[in-house]
């Protein structure tokens, strides 16, 4: 059969290894494997979200009130900007989708980091555009002004905030300056899938999506419920952008895209940002073991605004990964990314000793 010519270019997106594999390929008890590679919430996620989805749970034979009004009210309330400026993705994964099929095409091009979320090129190959990539891995905003400069034709532009799977995060000030010198015909694609941690970590990194998509309508911010608030497995994220903007992007949108218990999820996850708070203090208490544990083993990593980090290891990555899988702790290789590296997510204390241990004999032996 002959499929679409645009299909022979795709590939697939490569998640990190489930719990599932390692117990098969290896043997471990599941109950001795520990995830830390898809920078998943490691406390779980807010006990005021598991009472409500389970009081919720008859409610799964219904569809989902497809305006979704709650949820887009709590999160126009949470950013003070109104209901007509949100849209709901399964995922904040199924914006950048649709934020592709709105301005990319076969005779565009789009923009990114050399090393960033790998949802951009796989989304943009499939409208057939063109990808354009720093060359430098990490963000550099004066590679994306001569890049976007000297190509006519660029419709998207995203900007990882902090980004995926680096952890380094550009300046407010660097973002609006950048926007300034763009064409308002450019749509740029804000991705704040870790701003929550950011923000805490340092106020020059916080990008507010009220000012952004007031000061720039061609901006669109893009925000998940997966990592600070630990619904990963709920599959929400939304998109903040000026009206015009978000009623385009909503013709893409199928009807019911996220489920009733979903909507459920995140409206309670908003309730209780004590949860957020507590997950960001710890996250970057036990960051700073991994710098210090870094330090000592003399290797590099990129000082990080994230839930993970990532180490430039002087041994193959690859091998280390593959070491400590068979120990039964998961982490990411980015070797495919063309780099030396290893990405961590940030775990509980417990998880963070047992990967500290393990790696430290892998890493001297
Ligand atoms: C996790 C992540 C997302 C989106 O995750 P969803 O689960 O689809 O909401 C988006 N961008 C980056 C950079 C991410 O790391």
Redesign the pocket.
């Known amino acids: 059969m002959k499929f679409n010519k645009i299909l022979e270019n795709l590939v697939n997106y490569e998640a990190g290894k489930p719990i599932e594999l390692v117990v098969r390929e290896y043997g471990i008890k599941a109950e001795d494997v520990i995830k830390i590679a898809s ?1 998943e919430n490691p406390y779980g996620c807010s006990l005021r979200v598991i009472k409500a989805v389970q009081n919720e749970a008859f409610k799964m034979s219904l569809y989902p009130d497809d305006s979704m009004y709650e949820l887009k009210n709590s999160l126009a309330a949470k950013y003070n900007v109104g209901s007509e400026n949100i849209i709901i993705g399964s ?3 199924q914006v950048i989708e649709f934020s592709l099929f709105a301005k990319a095409n076969p005779s565009s091009k789009i923009l990114m980091a050399k090393t960033t ?1 790998a949802m951009y090129e796989i989304y943009g190959k499939r409208t057939g555009t063109g990808i354009l990539k720093t060359t430098s891995h990490e963000h550099k905003i004066e590679e994306f002004f001569d890049i976007y400069k000297n190509n006519k034709d660029i419709a998207v532009i995203f900007l ?1 905030l902090p980004n ?1 799977p680096l952890g380094e995060c550009l300046d407010k000030e660097e973002v609006f300056g950048f926007l300034k010198e763009v064409s308002n015909d450019t749509l740029v694609v804000v ?1 704040g ?1 870790y701003q929550e941690f950011a923000a805490y970590k340092d106020e020059n990194k916080k990008i507010d999506p009220k000012k952004l998509v007031e000061t720039f309508p061609n901006a669109i911010y ?1 925000g ?1 419920f ?2 600070a608030y630990g619904l ?1 497995g709920m ?1 929400t ?1 939304y998109g903040v952008g000026d009206k015009e903007v978000i009623k385009s992007l909503h013709k893409l949108r199928s009807p019911f895209n996220i489920t009733t218990l979903s909507l459920k999820a995140a409206i309670e996850a908003l309730k209780d940002e004590e949860f957020v708070k507590n997950t960001i203090i710890k996250n970057f208490e036990e960051m700073a073991r991994y710098e210090k544990f870094a330090k000592e083993l003399d290797m590099e990593f990129i000082p990080s605004y994230t839930n993970f980090i990532t180490y430039k290891t002087k041994k193959n990555s690859s091998l280390i990964c593959e070491e400590l899988m068979k120990k039964g702790v998961i982490i990411r290789d980015l070797k495919s990314y063309g780099l030396n590296a290893v990405r961590i997510t940030i775990g509980t204390k417990e998880q963070n000793d047992r990967l500290f241990n393990v790696f430290e004999d892998i890493y001297k032996g």
């Open positions: 920078n995922g904040s994964d979320f990882c995926n991705d899938a893009l998940t997966s990592k990963g599959r994220g």
